[in-house]
Each structure stands twice: as C-alpha cells, then as structure tokens.
C-alpha cells in the first residue's frame, strides 16, 4: 500500500470519527434528525428515479405515436399508445378515443385534459414530504437545542463559581450541536425538493404541449381527408 493510499484512508478515518463525534454530542435529538435525514433522501432517491423513467417512457411513446398521428393512421396510434402505461400514452389515448365520436375539436382538448388530471397527482405524489421532512429536522434541531441549553443553565445554577464559565461555553457548544445538525440535513432535502418540483412541472409541461401538437395535427390531417372526399 503506498503512502499516499495510506494518507488517505488515515484521513478518511478521521472525518469519519469528526462526524460520529459530533453526532455523539448533540444528545438523543441528534437520532430522530438522523432517521428524518434518511426518509428524506431515500424519498428524494425514488422521486427523481421515477420522474427520470417516466420522462424516458413518454418521449419513447410520442416518438412512436407521433408520426402515425400525422400519417392519418389513428387506429394504429390508438393500439400503439393502448399496449402502454406512461402518462404520455393515457392522454393520447383518450385523445384518440374521443376523436372516434366527438364533432368538435374542443371535445378531444376536454378529453386529453381529462387524462392529464388523472396523471398529474401521480407525478406529485409523495413530494410534498420531502418539505416536511425538511421542516421537520429543523424544528427537532431547535429542540433539542433548546432543551440542551434548559438542562446546561440547570447545571451551572449548582456549579462552582470558578467553572461557571467554561460549563457554560461547553454545554452551549454541544446543544448548538442538533441546530446544526437540523439545518444540514434540512438544506439538502429542500434543494432536492426544489429540483423535483423542477422536473415535475417539466414533465407536465411536456404532456401540455404534447396535447397541443396533437391536436393541431388532428385538425391538419381531418382538414386534408374532408378535402380528398369533397374531392372525389
């Protein structure tokens, strides 16, 4: 093993040893951040990998969709976007589905809303607890601080006069722990939930505008079939 590989375990070692360290200190509140941290982020983990999926998914379906929409080919759209599940497929499909009856464009609109609504709730669900988790490793920091510094004044009330000073500046030292400890766990998770809110808006942005293209094509193709009939 060489020196430098050697250097760099020592030091790994010793930030290790810092963080259990500081964990230690903080108290019993220092647990409950910790286990809140851990939801939060294993939370964070499946949001954005099936946000990322769900986003791969619907541009695979309306690569494959699009161009038998605008081919006129709207039974063959209709059994592409049916073998599938993704969001982008559900309001094709009840574009597709409306357009077999419906006299009015403004019906498919309705009808591909329709289907968005039903999707959207499943993109946001669970979200919403990355803040809460975020708010709550906040409040249990400021706890367990306040607690810690309740229990450090109660200790030096008793103490020798001589080391009031140094019991004080120790005791607030380590109830300063949970706030710290509180934020930097709460930081991380509202930048994730941040970045999900992100993704998810544009993942229904991109299904917004998918309707829109797929509406406006319909219009072309049914315009173009009105005139070959008046035509022949």
Not at 55 to 83: C, E, H, M, T
Not at 134 to 142: D, E, H, K, P, Y
Not at 204 to 232: C, L, P, T, Y
Request: charged share 20%.
């Amino acid at each position: 093993m060489s020196a430098t590989t050697t250097a760099a375990a020592a030091h790994d070692a010793g930030v290790f040893h810092v963080i259990i360290k500081f964990i230690q200190d903080g108290g019993f509140f220092m647990y409950p951040i910790l286990v809140v941290l851990a939801l939060g982020l294993a939370l964070c983990i499946e949001r954005i990998i099936y946000l990322q999926s769900t986003k791969a998914k619907n541009q695979k379906v309306w690569k494959g969709v699009y161009p038998l929409i605008a081919k006129g080919q709207f039974r063959q759209a209709l059994d592409y976007v049916s073998d599938s599940k993704t969001g982008m497929a559900k309001v094709v499909g009840y574009g597709l589905e409306r357009a077999k009856t419906a006299r009015r464009h403004d019906d498919i609109e309705l009808a591909m809303e329709e289907g968005l609504m039903e999707i959207i709730p499943r993109l946001e669900t669970r979200t919403p607890y990355i803040a809460t988790f975020a708010n709550i490793a906040t409040l249990l920091g400021l706890l367990g601080t306040i607690l810690g510094l309740i229990s450090a004044f109660t200790a030096v009330a008793s103490a020798d006069p001589a080391e009031k000073a140094d019991l004080l500046s120790a005791s607030i030292s380590v109830a300063m722990n949970t706030t710290a400890f509180g934020l930097i766990a709460a930081i991380p998770m509202l930048l994730a939930y941040a970045f999900i809110n992100s993704m998810t808006g544009k993942l229904i942005d991109s299904m917004e505008m998918a309707s829109v293209k797929f509406v406006n094509v319909f219009r072309q193709v049914s315009a173009q079939q009105e005139r070959k009939n008046d035509g022949q």
